[in-house]
């Protein structure tokens, strides 16, 4: 089985910090990967999908880039709404992983 | 624009079934998949399967209650029933629409699902 590691596990930032999420896969899994937000209490919001198209509607400042085994999640000029907990999935064979979650917080 | 939302019981007797629905509103349900996603409380999320609107399903594998997930487009739903439930099925629960079942581009608000006795 596929297995997705995330790091780091939490990160401090302040508002117009860059950020760089960085999501492994055991194996590889082309470009099949997907980045989620979600907020506490809140259902997941898509990001990015085919590890690095923008959702539309999505901010510019979030981009995903990488492909095999290594993917980033990219949030430039962090703002206050982008506090939250990030996870990659990957959808490789048609079966779902996610991984355990960045949870990005106020320095 | 579409909108998903869940309903059912939100406490489950262990050994029993867990049995959700998703109401989709507001677009069509053809030619779409449709699936259902949980999170444990504190953990990480958790794929549980997926439904086409044609009625062929995916289920995670590494699930050890047996669960069905079925869809009803003239009622607008899809289902899930999950079997013989253990404290370890205490989670919220999400519904969402699956482009080419790869990823959720729209998720329902999410249920909380208790199992205890």
């Known amino acids: 089985d596929i297995q997705m590691t995330q790091s780091p596990s939490t990160l401090s930032a302040s508002v117009g910090d860059r950020v760089t999420i960085t999501c492994r896969a055991s194996?590889?899994?082309?470009?099949?990967l997907a980045w989620y937000q979600q907020k506490p209490g809140k259902a997941p919001k898509l990001l990015i999908y085919?590890?690095?198209t923008l959702e539309s509607g999505v901010p510019l400042r979030f981009s995903g880039s990488g492909s095999g085994t290594e993917f980033t999640l990219t949030i430039n000029s962090l703002q206050p709404d982008d506090f939250a907990t990030y996870y990659c999935?990957?959808?490789?064979?048609?079966?779902?992983?996610f991984g355990q979650g960045t949870k990005v917080e106020i320095k | 624009q579409v909108q998903l939302q869940e309903s059912g019981p939100g406490l489950v007797k262990p050994s029993e079934t867990l049995s959700l629905t998703c109401s989709v509103s507001?677009?069509?349900?053809?030619?779409?998949?449709w699936g259902w996603v949980r999170q444990p409380p504190g953990e990480r999320l958790e794929w549980i399967g997926y439904?086409?609107?044609?009625?062929?399903?995916k289920y995670n594998p590494s699930l050890k209650s047996g669960v069905t997930i079925s869809v009803d487009t003239s009622k607008n739903q899809f289902s899930l029933k999950l079997y013989s439930v253990t404290a370890a099925d205490t989670a919220v629960y999400f519904c969402?629409?699956?482009?080419?079942?790869?990823?959720?581009?729209?998720w329902g608000q999410g249920t909380k699902v208790t199992v205890f006795s």
């Open positions: 439904i086409h609107s044609s009625g062929s399903t």
């Open positions: 969402a629409r699956l482009p080419g079942g790869n990823f959720g581009d729209i």
């Open positions: 999935q990957r959808y490789k064979d048609y079966l779902w992983t």
């Open positions: 085919k590890a690095s």
């Open positions: 507001g677009g069509s349900m053809d030619h779409y998949y």
């Open positions: 194996q590889s899994i082309n470009s099949w």
